[in-house]
């Protein structure tokens, strides 16, 4: 399973080799991003099949970022490593701020999901020839602006900002804390954020630069590149200097964006006046972040459903079922070929409703479906629907107590439950596994279903519509 570490300081570097490759064109793949809004995203790292796994914690939900390839990097089985992830915590996969390019695969890679691309994340994503020249009619505002900047201070001029320039920063954010107006939390937290971010400048990570007035900094900004994108983290500017902020902008964008084909500003906040600054500047186009909530079949079940066969009732596991229920799941003799062992995530006692639980759990939240089976009412086994796989494939399992092993009850249950998950239930396939030297098992399962590859511990199996 994933591994995944905090996103700490000492990451930057490390983690910018893939950002440094990246062509998502969007803010959110940037270490800058997500180191300056770690208090809020809570950022964790890992890595799988050649490709960067972000996962953010945002007011306790988790979500994904899509999978950031490195040089031979497999995405598909980044993904996969994602939705096995969450399935083993009990999650539900969620990608966010996935790039519009990489819709259309996760549109068809997932049967059940829902797809949001809300207008208020979008980013500004302008042409960077456009910004370093604010050329044509359209541009004449920021020119005139420019001009009368340039006028009433013939001197200014733009200068690289460097790890050295501490002082020099600190008294930029002392004159712009003088100025500044907004009083809300977010503003207030937001602008000691981009103080820190000023900090890393150590780590190689970030490009910077800003307007001098004199020996006096009136302008700065931060940036990193990631693939052909110039990514803006921040734009500051002393109100005081009317025109600096767009002569700021050209400045930048003519000494870092050479080799860039576009300039990412990042989205503005549900901000009104940061919205009508940016659309002034005339983006090329509005960077989609498309969220994908993925969900599985189990969530069309209002209730575990009963099935028939010739001689048994499938149905849900009751109270009744109790003492038949828990010994066959205190059964180590018989449980040594189920594959799992209840001790791995027993938390304290175990008492008799322990097991009853779980499988209640597991139904309530869609995880699993436990099926008791009845022979005559009594309940011998059950068969479990589990392990999705979130493209429309569950693995199922099935175990009956010693005394009444021998006598197809197993292989008729798993047939049936089998044939609803795919006919009723709308599956497009059923997997299974049994132990290589699990001779019963491996021929109940060759009875209804297709041999489909082997390693040293399992056969595997699949029966698919």
Known sequence: MLQFHPLEQRDIPYLRAYYARCG??????????KYMWRSYLHPAWAEEAGCLIIRNTIEGKVQFDYPIP?????????????????????IQPVLSVVPEAKAPLLTARYPRVEVLNLRVWKDYIYRAQDLTAFAGRHYSGQRNHIHRFRREHPDAFFRPIIEEDGALLARFWEDYGAEFSKEDKLAQWEL????????????????AGGMMDGDRLIAVCLAEKCGDTLVDHIEKALYSYDGVYPTMVQEFAARYAADCQWINREDDARDKGLRTSKLQYLPAELGSKYHFAVGNELELLEAIPTLHTDRLTLDALTERDKAAYNALCLDDDRNRWWGYDYRTDLQGPLTEDYFL?????????????????????????EAVLYNCDWRGGMELGCRVAPAYAGHGYGTEAFAAVAEWALYRLGLA???????????????????????V?????????????
């Open 24 to 33: 998502y064109r969007l803010c959110e793949y940037a270490v800058g991003t």
């Open 70 to 90: 490195g040089e031979h990097g497999d995405e598909d089985a980044a993904l996969t490593a994602i939705e096995r992830y969450c399935t083993e915590k009990g």
């Open 192 to 207: 000691e954020e981009a103080r820190e971010m000023f900090n890393q400048l150590g780590t190689g990570a970030f490009i």
């Open 357 to 381: 639980d779980v499988a209640r759990e597991d139904f309530s939240r869609r995880q699993a479906v436990n099926f008791a089976l009845r022979l005559e009412g009594q309940c011998i086994g």
């Open 429 to 451: 396939k059923v997997v299974a596994k049994c132990y290589r030297e699990n001779e019963p098992s491996f021929r109940m399962l060759s009875s209804c279903m297709r041999k």
């Open 453 to 465: 590859g082997e390693d040293e511990t399992f056969f595997y199996f699949e029966k698919t519509v």
